[in-house]
């Protein structure tokens, strides 16, 4: 019965994993693909699971059905999931939001809190029942909950797996919820079989059982599945014609047809739209930068060329060729399988050389210089968008251009109003620029505002009779780009306009572990779409590390007098310490998630990766340290230990980043650099692992309840963990940056740490206390 458990309890894990990847990714898409939103989620997540492990799980101490109890949860857990990921697709329809409109950080907060309450909190319960029942068949008390999260945690590295290299790429979610509820229903049928003639409520759960497994093969059979994978589809899409729906490693595409005419979505925002597409921007992104350059003749396109650019740069008879870098084979692998005279011309064309690669390591690799570069990524929405705004990215572009050549970039603009945070955004970008080009000019505009930049001082002495002159002489014909519109975009007016609007905007340079253009957009859109909390944002973006390190010394010294009158004090060193360790497990997760996607743009073809080998190593800390536990004299010791361990690992390891970056980055190296990623991940994960079965046991020194201490350890660390999702997600990371926010959990550890060792003796029972004080 005990193995029988042990599988149960894996089970339990790996559907736990599964079910966030799989509600993640629908999330995402639903959310625009904005990278931050996984803290958000995550958090919400962990906090739900720990009410769930702490009150619903309290209760499987005294319960003498706790088999029963524990397969009931489980059954409701897998009929949840697939009802979350239905109620995922049509969000925007329940909150009344149009297709391709973005959702807003407080939405995305209660939205995804509420869909995946049932699931999580099922799960959560989960927990303590394992704890409960493993106890029960195995005679242990204090070393139970150990070993039930080290399972768990295997159970979660298999899931990562094979939700990564099987699940997502060969099944849609409904075909993997379905599996995913067999899987639990043939569990639970093992797990009750041996009590089969016992008594009427075993009975009935294994009828229960059957009939589900029964259910599920008749839905595979009919294709009952892939219905409702359509149907969801279609309500998401409020009824358009959708003639294509696909995930690739790189995100979601949907394609919508419309009389002839396509609009390819992606990640739920218009990204493409074909033959016709929307020629007054692209007509001011392309002519503009090509009439202020005197011969253009090498161009290079980074994302976004197919759909009207391409066609338009090759008005200009001096071009001779074009480079067109895409990240996403899939987009154009759908771009010819819908095709439109426009794209096909465009990616026929023998001038067009197209490579499928991340476009900042294409820039890395080749040899080649151009004169203009053009960025197809209009705002540092995401931070695989920020990336090509970043102090280091300009540098890297300035190595390939030629002498006077060109950077062309957009960001979001208006000549009616700008806000704080769109003159934050702007000005951020401007001041990064600034940092490696000797010469900026910004063309203002409605919607977009447009930037060259360069080391020729010519670009920015162009004026109006310029352009027209080269306008004329290159016979362009154009829409939109006539002499008129010429003369008021380059008006002098709008140039001193938006020059006063830089002045008074953010002096902040944007880099790749300081992601501050990422915020500054996120603050954007929070202000278009919940104004009401624009002051917060406007909050967070005074948080400096010296802020923290005032809060931190005032803390101290707050605690020390609090403590020198306090004389009885609650067991909270260990609780704390826990709730600690998990913000810094979280903040260490996120760190890991938004550096890789920093420097490679592709983490979510990795993310199963780098969250198994978090969790493996886990695995390993709890698994070594709940096998030597029945022979620890000395807990309260080790744990200390461990909690120092884990605040030099704060303060150290985003310094070995930023070296293997320097020494490590190049495309040769790329291999190591990934290694590193993992093992940074083990090792993070070993050290987060190592403390649960210590404070476990530790914790069970004036308790006898193994449930309610399990529920209230496990809680401690998902609490922490919901902290660590939000606050590092929205604040720290994009504001503080890689190196500020590994010194802040530093320093938070710093508090617990020293709470844990300034409490009373003999406050957890027996645990050596003062043998290691002496």
């Not at 309500?235 to 995930?247: A, E, I, P």
């Not at 959990?745 to 043998?771: D, H, Q, W």
Request: charged share 15%; net charge neutral.
């Amino acid at each position: 019965m005990k193995r029988r458990i042990c599988i149960a309890v894996l089970a339990m894990g790996f559907s736990g994993l599964v079910a966030e990847i799989l509600l993640l990714r629908e999330l995402l898409i639903v959310f625009s693909g904005n990278e931050l939103c996984i803290g958000i989620i995550l958090a919400n997540w962990l906090i739900i699971e720990a009410f769930g492990c702490f009150y619903l799980g309290r209760h499987a101490e005294n319960s003498n059905t706790a088999l029963e109890t524990f397969t009931a949860i489980t059954i409701l857990f897998s009929v949840s999931l697939p009802a979350a990921v239905f109620l995922t697709r049509i969000l925007k329809s329940i909150l009344g939001i149009s297709i391709g409109e973005s959702i807003g950080l407080l939405t995305m907060f209660y939205s995804s809190f509420l869909i995946l309450l049932p699931v999580s909190l099922l799960h959560g319960a989960l927990f303590s029942f394992s704890c409960r029942m493993y106890s029960m068949f195995s005679g242990q008390d204090a070393s139970s909950t150990g070993r039930v999260y080290v399972y768990e945690t295997v159970g979660t590295i298999i899931g990562g797996i094979v939700c990564t290299y099987l699940f997502i790429p060969y099944l849609h979610t409904f075909q993997v919820s379905l599996w995913l509820a067999v899987l639990n229903v043939i569990v639970c049928l093992v797990l009750l079989s041996p009590y089969w003639e016992t008594g009427l409520l075993q009975k009935t759960m294994l009828f229960i059982l059957s009939g589900l497994l029964f259910f599920s093969g008749y839905v595979f059979s009919t294709s009952q599945v892939d219905n409702l994978h359509h149907f969801s589809i279609k309500t998401q899409w409020k009824n358009q014609n959708v003639v294509h729906y696909q995930n690739s490693q790189y995100g979601n595409i949907c394609i919508i047809e419309n009389q002839g005419q396509y609009i390819f979505f992606l990640d739920g925002i218009p990204d493409i739209i074909t033959p016709i597409p929307d020629l007054a921007f692209i007509e001011e992104f392309i002519h503009i930068p090509l009439l202020a350059h005197p011969e253009p003749a090498n161009l290079l396109i980074l994302s976004g060329g197919a759909g009207g650019i391409i066609n338009e740069a090759f008005k200009h008879e001096s071009i001779e060729a074009i480079e067109y870098a895409e990240l996403d084979p899939l987009l154009l692998d759908l771009l010819r399988e819908f095709p439109t005279p426009l794209t096909e011309s465009e990616l026929n064309d023998r001038r067009v050389t197209i490579t499928h690669i991340d476009g900042r390591l294409f820039l890395k690799t080749t040899r080649n210089t151009y004169d203009l570069i053009f960025i197809g990524v209009m705002e540092p929405s995401s931070l695989q968008a920020n990336r090509f705004f970043t102090k280091e990215f300009f540098s890297i572009v300035k190595k390939r251009l030629n002498k006077g050549g060109v950077l062309v970039l957009g960001l979001p603009g208006s000549l009616m109003y700008i806000n704080e945070e769109l003159k934050n955004l702007n000005s951020c970008i401007f001041r990064t620029l600034e940092q490696v080009f000797s010469y900026i000019k910004v063309l203002p505009g409605d919607g977009k505002n447009i930037f060259l930049s360069s080391d020729s001082q010519d670009i920015s002495t162009i004026d109006q009779k310029q352009i027209i002159d080269r306008l004329y002489l290159r016979n362009i014909r154009a829409n939109v780009i006539v002499p008129w519109h010429i003369e008021r975009k380059l008006h002098h007016g709008w140039q001193d306009w938006f020059s006063r609007i830089l002045e008074g905007g953010s002096q902040k340079v944007n880099s790749d572990f300081n992601p501050v253009g990422l915020f500054y957009s996120i603050s954007n859109w929070n202000a278009l779409l919940a104004p009401s909390l624009s002051w917060l944002f406007r909050q967070f973006e005074r948080i400096n590390i010296k802020i923290i390190g005032l809060a931190f010394v005032f803390w101290l010294f707050f605690y020390g007098f609090f403590r020198l009158k306090q004389k009885r004090f609650p067991r909270a060193g260990i609780p704390l310490s826990i709730i600690t360790t998990g913000f810094a497990g979280m903040i260490f997760d996120l760190m890991l998630i938004f550096t890789f996607q920093s420097i490679y743009g592709y983490v979510f073809s990795w993310i199963g990766l780098l969250v198994s080998s978090f969790m493996a190593g886990a695995a390993c800390g709890a698994m070594v340290i709940t096998n030597v536990l029945p022979r620890l004299k000395h807990c309260f010791k080790l744990f200390v230990k461990i909690e120092l361990a884990i605040i030099c690992f704060s303060f150290g390891w985003p310094f070995v980043f930023l070296i293997a970056n320097a020494y490590l980055s190049n495309p040769e190296r790329f291999f190591l650099f990934k290694i590193l990623f993992l093992v940074i991940s083990f090792m993070s994960g070993l050290l987060i692992g190592s403390q649960f079965p210590l404070a476990n046991k530790i914790y069970l020194g004036n308790s006898t309840s193994v449930s309610k201490t399990a529920g209230l350890v496990y809680a401690s660390d998902l609490l922490g963990g919901w902290l660590g999702g939000i606050v590092g997600a929205v604040v720290l990371l994009p504001v503080l940056g890689l190196v500020n926010t590994c010194v802040t959990v530093g320093l938070l550890k710093m508090a617990s740490f020293i709470v844990l060792t300034t409490e009373p003796k003999g406050i957890y029972g027996e645990v050596n206390y003062e043998e290691y004080v002496s």
